[in-house]
């Protein structure tokens, strides 16, 4: 688990390797493995130091979740955390400088490991990602890190990292305080951990002090209008998670008060309540072992498949940018094949805005823009999908214009599989139009933004076996988490994503207040509010959405309600929706995002003239309804089998 190198500077470097697995987690075994060794080296008065670094491409990814889940109860997951802050503790008290030198993406529990240390020095290199990433599957830091940024950062800026569970870059980590160092290479990362060693015989720690301020004192106002401010601010949040926040929160809080120590012991109890509680084990389940298990499952299937080098994207559009960005981000070349040349360059000069936003957020720097851009190329030749090895067409095949059919005949030659944006499509019957059953699969191009890692690959009954491997391959490069599905009217997620609009426009069409409706599914635990999804998706792909359940009336049983309810808000959408433009619907614009609810947009937008004589009793179970048909509208798809397996 644990190689140890000694070096001529009685240094001691520790370089973590679990030779069992394709990355480190913080198991059972590797804290047995690291409490003997951490003793042995305390205990040697010759060593001036100590680097922890990894043999692997990561450093440390996180608490071994599984080993944790065989716990038997909250006691064991106490115990075992308390284990591990010991052995960190021991670390921090020896009287040696201890770095860690940080190779490679570290997160969560790896991260809090580092976080311990003395100094930390990082490979400045944009694939590396640094977060705590607990509170996206709804549990908080363990490891004393809640007790260490506040001290070392300040509460605000502390608080800040610790409540937005954002990954950072090398780079963005040192800006905030997180890295001490920035190294160009390995080499120079473990000379500059030396040097500082030798530089920093007798280290100290901020956090070790005990705090003796009186949580009442009126000096202390400042500080308690701050956590006053970060409670509205959480009551208010629509990233959901809220239980996992208020404990990071309360425990920043009473941290201030009492010894390092005994505030660690705490965070370590609500780390197992947290882990121990049915919503959570339910989150780690679905948020963290289900996407594990399809990822496994599409590196197996794709071991045949040479990466791809180079894909055709036809006719892009704004939709199809996020997907851009992630194949040059991965190296791979796109060649942008529309009809008229003008419109690639138009399309190109996007993705170069969307480059330079990235340069600015520090997300890539000047040099990684550089090459991205360079992997794009225009043309209006489709001769020049022939070197490709994958086509991506970013229109409905169904829509598209005669002139566009030679390209689908040119991919049919060469054999290629080819993609296509079906979101009211099935496969089957596109491949009635296009002649391709073998090589043809749907993709959902609105899952291919940043912030999703799942995206769903719809095949038809005639899809090959080969053209879906290929298909899961590109989507593992571009470190995305691929679920194959079934043949049918629409993709797992859209039709859930649907239901959920479409039942909010109904409850605001029965005079429910538009801003209850909103908040109400947040504060229940769903990720988003349905009118910012509605406008995020773009109104035009709701209206055709609701244009199709109504044509289906499929919606309720009640299907003349159903009809008349979406005939009233198509009416009222379509009044609203400006023609040829993808514009907002419910909140309003800026340059940057849509950022503010109007409650007249939503005033104007449904007039409560026939209010629901159960409109209280609707108010009081409208989460459990917004919910109720999602799970209703899942089992159904689940029943036609549109998705492969539970996992999925």
């Known amino acids: 688990m644990i190689n140890i190198l000694n070096t001529t500077k009685d240094i001691i470097t520790l370089s973590i390797d679990d030779r069992e697995r394709e990355s480190n987690y913080l198991s059972e075994k590797f804290i047995t493995h690291f409490e003997t060794v951490i003793e042995e080296i305390t205990r040697d008065d010759s060593i001036k130091g100590l680097v ?45 400088p201890v770095v860690a030198a940080i190779s490679g993406t570290t997160l969560g529990a790896g991260l809090e490991l580092t976080l311990a240390c003395h100094y930390r020095v990082a490979i400045n290199h944009n694939t590396i990602s640094l977060s705590l ?11 004393g890190t809640i007790q260490r940024l506040p001290r070392s950062l300040g509460i605000q800026a502390a608080t800040s990292i610790l409540m937005n569970n954002r990954s950072y870059n090398p780079f963005q980590a040192w800006e905030v305080g997180v890295i001490d160092a ?17 530089q920093n015989p007798c280290p100290t720690v901020k956090w070790s002090e005990i705090q003796e301020q009186d949580p009442m004192n009126p000096r202390k106002s400042t500080g308690k209008e701050f956590f006053r401010h970060q409670s509205i601010k ?16 309360e425990r920043i809080y009473d941290g201030l008060y009492v010894p390092f120590h005994s505030a660690c012991k705490s965070d370590a109890l609500a780390f197992s309540e947290l882990f121990s509680d049915s919503i959570a084990k339910n989150t780690i389940s679905t948020l963290y072992f289900g996407p594990k298990d399809c990822r496994d499952w599409a590196r197996q299937e794709s071991k045949e498949i040479k990466p791809h080098k180079r894909i055709a994207l036809i006719n892009p559009n ?5 997907l851009t960005l992630s194949l040059i981000d991965a190296g791979i070349e796109v060649a942008i094949i529309s009809e008229e040349i003008t419109s690639g360059e138009t399309y190109k000069s996007g993705i170069n805005q969307e480059l330079q936003s990235l340069v600015k957020r520090g997300s890539i720097n000047k040099e990684a823009k550089k090459i991205q851009l360079a992997l794009l190329e225009v043309f209006d030749n489709i001769e020049n999908i022939r070197n490709c090895s994958l086509n991506i067409y970013c229109e409905p095949l169904l829509n598209q214009k005669e002139s566009l059919l030679p390209l689908i005949e040119e991919a049919k030659k060469k054999g290629s599989p080819v993609l296509t944006t079906c979101p009211h499509s099935k496969i089957d019957d596109l491949c009635n139009k296009a002649q391709l059953p073998q090589e043809l699969l749907g993709v959902d191009f609105s899952c291919t933004n940043q912030d999703s890692n799942i995206i769903e690959i719809k095949k038809g009954p005639q899809t090959s076996g080969q053209s879906i491997k290929e298909c899961l391959k590109l989507f593992h490069d571009i470190r995305k988490i691929p679920v194959v599905i079934n043949d049918g009217d629409s993709f797992f997620s859209h039709a859930i994503k649907m239901a959920y609009v479409t039942e909010a426009l109904l409850a605001l069409s029965e005079g429910i207040d538009g801003i209850f409706i909103e908040r109400s599914p947040i504060h229940t635990g769903m990720t988003v509010a349905p009118f910012k999804l509605i406008d995020e998706m773009g109104p035009q792909l709701v209206l055709n959405s609701l244009t199709n359940t109504q044509k289906r009336k499929a919606l309720l049983l009640d299907k003349d309600r159903a009809e008349s309810a979406i005939n009233h808000i ?23 995002s849509n950022v503010e609810l109007t409650r007249e947009r939503l005033n104007l937008s449904f007039k409560n003239e026939h209010l629901s004589q159960d409109l209280v009793l609707a108010r009081e179970f409208l989460s459990d309804r917004l919910l109720f048909i999602q799970v209703s509208k899942a089992l159904e798809l689940i029943e036609l089998k549109t998705i492969q397996s539970p996992v999925e």
């Open 52 to 96: 922890l670094t990894s043999s692997k491409k990561d450093f440390l990814l996180d608490h071994d979740l599984g080993n944790l889940s065989r716990m038997k109860d909250s006691l064991s997951i106490y115990r075992f955390i308390l284990r591990i802050q010991k052995s960190l503790e021991m670390l921090e008290n020896w009287g040696k």
């Open 182 to 198: 920035l190294a160009d290479t390995n080499a120079q990362m473990l000379e500059m951990a030396y040097a500082w060693i030798e």
């Open 133 to 143: 990433s607990s509170l996206g599957i709804g549990l908080m830091p363990s490891l």
């Open 234 to 249: 959480l009551s208010n949040n629509l990233q959901g998670f809220d239980r996992a926040s208020s404990k990071i929160l």
């Open 570 to 592: 198509l009416e009222v959408l379509g009044k609203l929706q400006t023609p040829g433009k993808e514009s907002s619907l419910f909140y309003q614009s800026s340059t940057e």
């Open 318 to 322: 704004q939709r199809s940018m996020p």
